[in-house]
Structures are given as structure tokens and as C-alpha cells.
């Protein structure tokens, strides 16, 4: 009998789960570029005109504004709170270094509304040393992703509580998705049998090799080290 009742309820989840799955595919299929036009002239009219630096519904499905970093925090909370948007869920936070730029570094905000199944991505910029003001009071989760933005960028998230290294070493130095940041970094880490422990050591390569361009081995040699025994089979089967 309870493998009976079992199955009845499977086969009720099972059926709900394909009108559910219907009807999420039938709303991307309406997430037309006219839906994503639509929704970005809502989210504008919304937001004071001066906030507004930039937007464009980027390759037809991408609906993206770009704000001053003054009005970043109350741009978001519009976004979550008002609910022709209800953007609840920030999916994801990242940087973006253009070290040419006077505010090199660009922070992409991606936010979600299951609501209405429709993404919306919010970009500000900031320096090295201006912060962003954080979002962790609007989406907790946050916390995370501001964690990887400062680790791997060096980006300041004002208010941001809990800003530690998340990806890389405590003892870590600098920021390692720089376009500054060498490629070899500036030190080893190992495991020493002898000591027991993990050693630290300066990079033994010097700073002559760490911007190079040469010819890519791929492209440009015909044997690589470790061939020649290749080579010596195929002489001694000859």
C-alpha cells in the first residue's frame, strides 16, 4: 500500500513538474528582444535620468544599464523592491580591469526575478582606492561574491564587513586578475618534507621573463623537448 501511495505522489510531482517546466519554457520564449526592450525602458523610467550613465539591450538579450556609483545602492534596491521588476536574487557579482581607464575597474552586478523570469545586469565603476558601496543589506549571499571581487581585484566594497581572501592564500600578495599582476606572481609555495610545513619562496624566475612574447611553441617549432626518443624508435624500426 505505501508503494502504491508512493507512486501515485511521484507521478503527481512528475506531471507538475512538466506543466512547471512548460510554463518556464513558454516565458523565456516570451523574453523576446521586444520584452527585453520593454523591460529596460520600464527599469529607466524608474531610475533618475542623472543615475543613468548608459544602456542598451546588448545582443538582443541582454538587458544592461550602466550607473553612477553614487546612485548604484538605491538603483538596486529599486531593482529588488519594486515589483514590475522584483529582481530577489543577485546571482553574481565580478569585476572587469581596464588598467587604461581612470576608474580602471568595472563592476558587474547580474540580478534575477523568478518572478518574472527576466536578468537584468547593472554596471558601475570605481579605482583602486574609491570603494563601492555594498550590497550584502540587499542580498546577504553578497557577501560572497564582493569576497572574490576584493581578492581577485583589489575592488573596497564600503560597509562590507567580512572583506577576507576567499580563492587565494591569506599570506597572498597583491591581486592576481590584474592585467598588471606579473603572470608568474611574486612567490612559490611548497610543501617541504624536511620542515614539515608549507614554505614560501621568492620567484626564482627573474623579471626579464615574466613579460615575454615569444613564438608560440605550437605554432613555431617542429620537435618539442622530450621527442627524441621518438625520433630514435623510429631510426632503430628503419
Not at 626564482?204 to 621527442?227: A, H, V, Y
Request: hydrophobic letters at 40%.
Amino acid at each position: 500500500m505505501a508503494c502504491c501511495s508512493s507512486r501515485r505522489r511521484s507521478a503527481g510531482r512528475g506531471a507538475s513538474s512538466v506543466a512547471d517546466q512548460t510554463a518556464i519554457e513558454t516565458a523565456g520564449a516570451q523574453a523576446a528582444p521586444g520584452a527585453n526592450q520593454a523591460l529596460l525602458s520600464a527599469v529607466l523610467s524608474a531610475i533618475p535620468a542623472e543615475a543613468v550613465l548608459a544602456s542598451q539591450v546588448a545582443r538582443g538579450a541582454e538587458v544592461e544599464i550602466r550607473v553612477r556609483r553614487e546612485a548604484l545602492h538605491a538603483v538596486l534596491r529599486m531593482l529588488r523592491d519594486d515589483p514590475r521588476f522584483d529582481f530577489q536574487q543577485c546571482m553574481d557579482i565580478c569585476g572587469v580591469d581596464w588598467p587604461g581607464r581612470p576608474e580602471r575597474f568595472e563592476v558587474v552586478y547580474n540580478l534575477l526575478s523568478m518572478t518574472h523570469n527576466h536578468r537584468i545586469r547593472v554596471i558601475t565603476t570605481t579605482n583602486a582606492e574609491t570603494p563601492v558601496p555594498t550590497v550584502v543589506d540587499l542580498w546577504p549571499s553578497a557577501t560572497w561574491f564582493e569576497r572574490e571581487a576584493w581578492d581577485m581585484y583589489g575592488i573596497v566594497f564600503e560597509g562590507q564587513t567580512d572583506l577576507r581572501r576567499i580563492l587565494t592564500d591569506y599570506g597572498f600578495e597583491g591581486h592576481p586578475l590584474r592585467k598588471d599582476f606579473p603572470l608568474t606572481g611574486f612567490v612559490e609555495v611548497r610543501y617541504d618534507p624536511e620542515r614539515q610545513a608549507v614554505v614560501y619562496e621568492p620567484v626564482k624566475l627573474t623579471q626579464d621573463f615574466r613579460n615575454f612574447d615569444f613564438l608560440s611553441p605550437w605554432e613555431g617549432m617542429t620537435t618539442l623537448p622530450g621527442d627524441e626518443k621518438v625520433h630514435l624508435n623510429r631510426i632503430t624500426r628503419e
